[in-house]
């Protein structure tokens, strides 16, 4: 037996997506989990909900700054992290060659202000061993951390792009740099955050 039932869609673009509401038609038998199945996990719907207004607040920024939207095959990244009511975005430096001339600097000043072993087994020797100084997630940490002056212990950060495996390995050393001892990261438009934390 089918029934008609209300769909909602997400027209998801990586970092925002339009729900849709459309309708269609189910097996009884499959809807009914969904009928009555009750959000009681009051944590994550806030989760949700936060990740939500995080990856929204990246998605104005593009627009501001004359950003395409997120899209997985473009090479820009935005991250975010707020901080005092203030919040600080980044990018990676590749976006475009004046960024990437313009963070230059940064970078290796950065590159030598961090303690990198452990987790690294050698210390890098240049940038090209610490790759994760230009991407965005660091940008933005090292951003908000220069005009803070100091960063709060645990802090929350969005990605439109899905956090690498360079950055996983690589933020502990800066995370113990700034302060801070966990970072929450959402990141590739999930709700469930990964959390990285400081080298001990
Ligand atoms: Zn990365």
């Known amino acids: 037996m089918k029934v008609p039932v209300l ?18 038609t189910k097996p009884l038998g499959e809807i009914r989990p969904q009928m009555f199945s009750v959000k009681s996990k009051e944590g994550r719907e806030m989760g949700n909900r936060k990740s939500i207004n995080g990856y929204e607040g990246i998605g104005k920024f593009r ?5 395409k939207p997120y899209s997985i095959d473009s090479g820009d990244t ?13 990018v990676n430096s590749t976006i475009t060659k004046e960024s ?48 803070q002056g100091s960063l709060p212990k645990t802090v929350t950060m969005y990605v439109d792009r899905k956090t690498c495996n360079i950055c996983r390995g690589e933020l502990p050393a800066l995370l113990k740099r700034l302060g801070i001892d966990e970072l929450e990261v959402f990141s590739g438009g999930t709700t ?4 990285i934390k400081a080298t001990k």
Do not use: C, D
């Open 78 to 90: 935005v991250a975010s992290i707020t901080v005092n009511n203030k919040t600080y975005f980044g």
């Open 100 to 147: 990437q001339k313009a963070s230059k600097a940064l970078r290796q000043r950065w590159l030598r202000e961090i303690e990198w072993v452990p987790p690294k087994r050698t210390a890098p020797k240049h940038l090209g061993h610490a790759q994760s100084l230009a991407h965005a997630e660091a940008h933005s940490l090292i951003r908000a951390f220069e005009r």
């Open 192 to 195: 469930k955050p990964i959390i």
């Open 7 to 24: 769909y909602r869609e997400q027209l998801s673009t990586g970092y925002s997506s339009l729900p849709i509401v459309g309708m269609g």
């Open 63 to 67: 627009e501001k700054v004359g950003l």
